[in-house]
Nanobody, 115 residues
Framework: QVQLVESGGGLVQPGGSLRLSCAASGINFFFYTMGWYRQAPGKQRELVAN???????NYADSVKGRSTISRDNAKNTVYLQMNSLKPDDTAVYYC?????????WGRGTQVTVSS
């Protein structure tokens, strides 16, 4: 059974930082592109960042320069370091694993940026 379990969300003040983690099980982690998506209330889910098995990364313009995605294949875990957080970053953040024929999602972790 495939599981993607996110952690690290919470309440943070504007300008603060968070590190999200997603632990994967039940998949051959190395072969999957791993990504973080987010969905704010009333908005569509959007890509935040992803990282391929080769380590190539891609970021949404809204987080570029403030966020870093990384993966530890030995731990089957993907991370998202977010800095200089803004209220607009408030959303539920979802972990995603994607191959050519499979697409899996975690249940999400809430990130709230507020003073």
């Amino acid at each position: 059974q495939v599981q993607l379990v996110e952690s690290g969300g919470g309440l943070v003040q504007p300008g603060g930082s968070l590190r999200l983690s997603c632990a994967a099980s039940g998949i051959n982690f190395f072969f999957y592109t791993m990504g973080w998506y987010r969905q704010a209330p009333g908005k569509q889910r959007e890509l935040v960042a992803n990282i391929t098995s080769a380590g190539s990364t891609n970021y949404a313009d809204s987080v570029k320069g403030r966020s870093t995605i990384s993966r530890d294949n030995a731990k089957n875990t993907v991370y998202l370091q977010m800095n200089s957080l803004k209220p607009d970053d408030t959303a539920v953040y979802y972990c995603n694993s994607r191959s050519l024929i499979r697409d899996y999602w975690g249940r999400g972790t809430q990130v709230t940026v507020s003073s």
